[in-house]
């Protein structure tokens, strides 16, 4: 528990696979862990290029919606964890 100094659920990060119900299904098991989704990434090239140049997808794409999108979770994840 948060009184014995554990971490806790904070949230769920959904990387998405453009599988169907993908966004019912997400939700659903936030539910189940009484938690919410903090944020999305959806499926990109641009990350796939990243990965085959083992570069992270800020270096090799900066203007491209994958980093956006991470840079929106990184936030997300910062306000749950009360803004550290």
Same mark, same amino acid.
């Given at each position: #528990? #948060? *009184?014995?100094?554990?971490?806790?659920?904070?949230? @769920? @990060?959904?990387? %998405? %696979? +453009?599988?169907? *119900?993908? +966004?019912?299904?997400?939700?659903?098991?936030? *539910? =189940?862990?009484?938690?919410?989704?903090?944020?999305? @990434? =959806? %499926?990109?090239? *641009? $990350?796939?290029?990243?990965?085959? @140049?083992?570069?992270?997808? %800020?270096?090799?794409?900066? +203007? #491209?919606?994958?980093?956006?999108?991470?840079?929106?979770?990184?936030?997300?994840?910062?306000?749950?964890?009360?803004? $550290?």
């Amino acid at each position: #528990s #948060s *009184d014995l100094g554990y971490a806790t659920l904070g949230g @769920l @990060l959904l990387n %998405r %696979r +453009d599988v169907p *119900d993908e +966004d019912a299904q997400a939700q659903e098991l936030a *539910d =189940d862990f009484h938690t919410q989704i903090l944020g999305t @990434l =959806d %499926r990109s090239t *641009d $990350i796939q290029t990243a990965e085959t @140049l083992a570069k992270p997808v %800020r270096t090799v794409c900066p +203007d #491209s919606t994958a980093a956006a999108q991470l840079d929106a979770m990184a936030e997300a994840i910062l306000q749950a964890c009360g803004g $550290i």
